[in-house]
């Protein structure tokens, strides 16, 4: 299983653009990176998942560099609401098990 | 659909009791995973299923730890006897597929005294 990296905490302030970058460097070809995001006292929600390039939803864009070492997921105009703990997973659509790494905690302030 | 359902919300038992959370995934979904979170050691996996078969449980701390799925829409996490060090969120998911995206439920806090 690839192992992830990612920061462990992050500040920002409402309205800002904030950008989660996860390390991936043994990275298999099969692999998919994943991201969910986790409220206190819930399971974590799945927010966007992508191979390579870009990829952009209604709640995020997930921006995946030609060799896919890492990835950068990508919060617009963050709010209060937006405070969770962020996890990069990488793994392959069969055979692995999905395995969350330590996340790194978002604080939105005011 | 509802979700995933995990019950019961909260559990408080004393060390040595029997515990037995409940989950029923999404429907028509293949996969059932049980996580278990703690502050010290993040979200870990302790079992997954596929089509009701357990496919992997080396995430399971002991032998304390049992886990199964009748049929595809209940699977039941039983701690046997219970230990304060079980204390955490039980989280079940499921998905269509493996790796595939995961649906949370919304977790079981188990304290045991």
């Known amino acids: 299983l690839a192992k992830t990296t990612q920061p462990i905490s992050m500040d920002s302030y409402e309205g800002q653009e904030v950008n989660i970058t996860c390390s991936h460097n043994?990275?298999?070809?099969?692999?998919?990176i994943t991201w969910y995001q986790q409220f206190p006292s819930q399971g974590p929600r799945f927010i966007i998942q992508g191979y390579k390039t870009k990829v952009t939803n209604e709640v995020a864009s997930l921006f995946i560099p030609a060799d896919r070492k890492s990835s950068t997921l990508s919060l617009p105009r963050v709010s209060l609401s937006d405070t969770a703990v962020y996890y990069c997973l990488v793994g392959g659509r069969r055979g692995f098990k999905t395995i969350f790494g330590a996340g790194t905690r978002l604080f939105v302030k005011a | 659909d509802a979700g995933v359902i995990q019950s019961p919300r909260h559990e408080v038992t004393e060390m040595g009791q029997e515990v037995t959370l409940r989950c029923k995934p999404i429907s028509g979904h293949d996969y059932l995973f049980w996580y278990r979170q703690t502050m010290m050691r993040g979200l870990e996996l302790l079992i997954y299923?596929?089509?009701?078969?357990?496919?992997?449980d080396s995430g399971m701390p002991e032998d304390r730890f049992s886990a199964k799925m009748p049929n595809a829409s209940f699977s039941t996490l039983k701690i046997q006897p219970s230990e304060p060090r079980d204390s955490a969120v039980y989280f079940c998911?499921?998905?269509?597929?493996?790796?595939?995206?995961?649906?949370f439920g919304s977790g079981t806090q188990l304290s045991v005294l």
């Open positions: 998911a499921s998905s269509f597929g493996l790796n595939e995206k995961l649906f």
């Open positions: 299923f596929n089509n009701n078969v357990p496919i992997d």
């Open positions: 043994n990275i298999a070809t099969n692999d998919y």
